[in-house]
């Protein structure tokens, strides 16, 4: 059974920084990619970040590019989302997808990941 677990979640003020994990189990997926997915109180899911298998190719939504950096470590099937300098409006239950075929290119589209985590809440006070 494949399992995507989140951590790392939490309450923090705005100019801090909070790095989310998600650990892999079942399968691996070195090959595929994983990304990060959030959703808002009263908001549809939105992206945020994807990350190829080699880490070579990464996307962000505009929203938290040059904020959020997203990394990966095959060898712990792990995937992060370091967040810097969050603002209140990244307040959000935040969930690792990650997609069951290896194809390229890089995809923004919920429907295109198989696997998703229970999800982690971030809250960001200001």
């Known amino acids: 059974q494949v399992q995507l677990v989140e951590s790392g979640g939490g309450l923090v003020q705005t100019g801090d920084s909070l790095r989310l994990s998600c650990a892999a189990s079942?399968?691996?997926?070195?090959?595929?990619?994983m990304g990060w997915f959030r959703q808002a109180p009263g908001k549809m899911r939105e992206f945020v970040a994807t990350?190829?298998?080699?880490?070579?190719?990464?996307k962000y939504a505009d929203s938290v590019k040059g904020r959020f950096t997203i990394s990966r470590d095959n060898t712990k099937n792990t995937v992060y989302l370091q967040m810097s300098s969050p603002k209140p409006e990244d307040t959000a239950v935040y969930y690792c997808?990650?997609?069951?075929?290896?194809?390229?290119?890089?995809?923004?589209?919920?429907?295109?990941?198989?696997?998703w985590g229970q999800g982690t809440q971030v809250t960001v006070a200001s």
């Open positions: 997808v990650a997609r069951a075929a290896i194809t390229a290119p890089p995809t923004t589209t919920s429907r295109e990941y198989s696997y």
């Open positions: 079942g399968r691996t997926f070195s090959n595929n990619y």
């Open positions: 990350i190829s298998g080699n880490s070579g190719i990464t």
